[in-house]
């Protein structure tokens, strides 16, 4: 049986830059995953989280992230490979940081296999759209979850979905498959 993936994407879509998670999560949702993919829009949901992280084998969280870099500086990496430091310097922008989260699971002794793609804010003031330099890197976001779900599914002996590159326009609306998790 193949990995039950959860796609998660975090984020405030009243604070600019910050819903880019959410963003990415709808595009994912879009391209219509597999049967062992769920995407959810985490939004604010803090300690709620931890449920969506309890139903997979593997959670590749979307987020905006303080990464102490310049804005639309993307960033993946494996929560359980990173240096401490560098997850507690990578606080995700809502009540309870992303950190927070990780530590909570292993600490609950949650086994879920944890990878976090983030990409450095510009602004996170009161705002419904992204900045250019997040913006500009939604594409590429969409482009990274897309291959490790596909990765996944070439190693599991399954047939992906077309993936961005195969058909997928963003000129339409976007269909919103998938789950909303507001906390």
Do not use: C
């Not at 600019?16 to 062992?36: H, Q």
């Not at 494996?78 to 995700?92: C, G, K, L, Q, W």
């Not at 879920?112 to 997040?134: E, F």
């Amino acid at each position: 049986m193949a990995d039950r993936i959860v796609v998660l994407g975090v984020g405030n879509e009243l604070r600019s830059d910050d819903a880019v998670g959410v963003i990415v999560a709808r595009r994912i949702a879009d391209l219509s995953p597999m049967e062992n993919v769920t995407v959810v829009e985490g939004h604010t949901g803090g300690l709620n989280l931890l449920f969506d992280l309890e139903e997979a084998d593997w959670a590749i969280i979307v987020d905006a992230l303080d990464l102490g870099t310049q804005p639309g500086t993307v960033a993946v990496f494996e929560a359980d490979e990173a240096d401490v430091r560098v997850v507690e310097r990578a606080a995700s922008l809502h009540h309870v940081s992303l950190a927070d989260v990780l530590e909570l699971a292993r600490l609950s002794g949650l086994t879920t296999r944890v990878t976090i793609v983030g990409v450095q804010p510009d602004s996170t003031l009161p705002g419904d759209r992204l900045s250019d330099a997040v913006a500009n890197r939604v594409d590429e976001l969409v482009d990274i979850v897309w291959r490790l779900i596909t990765q996944t599914a070439a190693q599991a002996g399954q047939s992906p979905a077309p993936g961005p590159e195969e058909g997928y326009s963003d000129g339409a609306e976007h269909s919103g498959k998938g789950r909303h998790n507001d906390g």
